[in-house]
């Protein structure tokens, strides 16, 4: 039977309630929707987050909104551009934490840890873009800080990779299904969807 890292360690892993965490947005911004890095099954990933956003709202639990901004006449997420704007159905609601990162990591050089050590939570649940890249570094940075995190997969959602030794293009949903079990192996608790949380949730 395979095994992750947690389970040889006997850790014990239960989902979080909205009434001790923190839900924690990376990069809802339009370029995955409709700029330069549509995602794969970006739409569905909006309405999962959609409902974590409601269910965190009733709880009245704390909400952090990660954005990214690139360079200065980057491609991708320049400050200028109306495609760094989070997307609109995920905006954030008058005294919602906004906070600004330029490294994949939303630690990296931000007030992150700052403002989770405010709310006095130490349970983050995790969504956004992209799965293998932001919300990744973010959840193993998290563990270095002492946050526990949970992975929403449904809520997250990335792209095709090219093979860097040269094979075939690695479909979204392999880069997807990878990310998620490498978290699950050691930082994360790893759950289907909001569904998932919804006992939890009251």
Excluded at 87 to 97: K, M, S
Excluded at 103 to 127: D, H
């Amino acid at each position: 039977m395979t095994r992750t890292l947690l389970d040889i360690a006997g850790v014990v892993r239960r989902a979080p309630s909205f009434h001790d965490s923190i839900l924690l947005i990376i990069d809802h911004q339009l370029e995955y929707r409709i700029g330069g890095l549509v995602l794969a099954g970006i739409e569905d990933a909006i309405r999962e987050n959609q409902r974590l956003l409601k269910m965190a709202r009733v709880a009245a639990a704390p909400v952090i909104h990660i954005v990214t901004h690139g360079r200065p006449g980057s491609p991708i997420f320049a400050r200028s551009s109306p495609l760094s704007a989070i997307i609109p159905e995920l905006a954030p609601l008058a005294g919602e934490c906004v906070i600004e990162k330029d490294f994949p990591s939303s630690f990296a050089g931000t007030t992150l840890a700052e403002a989770i050590a405010q709310t006095g939570r130490r349970s983050l649940i995790v969504t956004g873009f992209m799965t293998h890249m932001c919300v990744s570094t973010t959840v193993r940075a998290a563990l270095d800080h002492g946050f526990a995190c949970t992975v929403v997969a449904a809520a997250t959602a990335t792209r095709d990779l090219p093979d860097p030794l040269g094979g075939a293009t690695i479909p979204a949903a392999t880069v997807q299904h990878t990310a998620l079990a490498e978290l699950a192996d050691r930082f994360a608790l790893v759950v289907a969807n909001s569904e998932s949380l919804a006992p939890f949730a009251q």
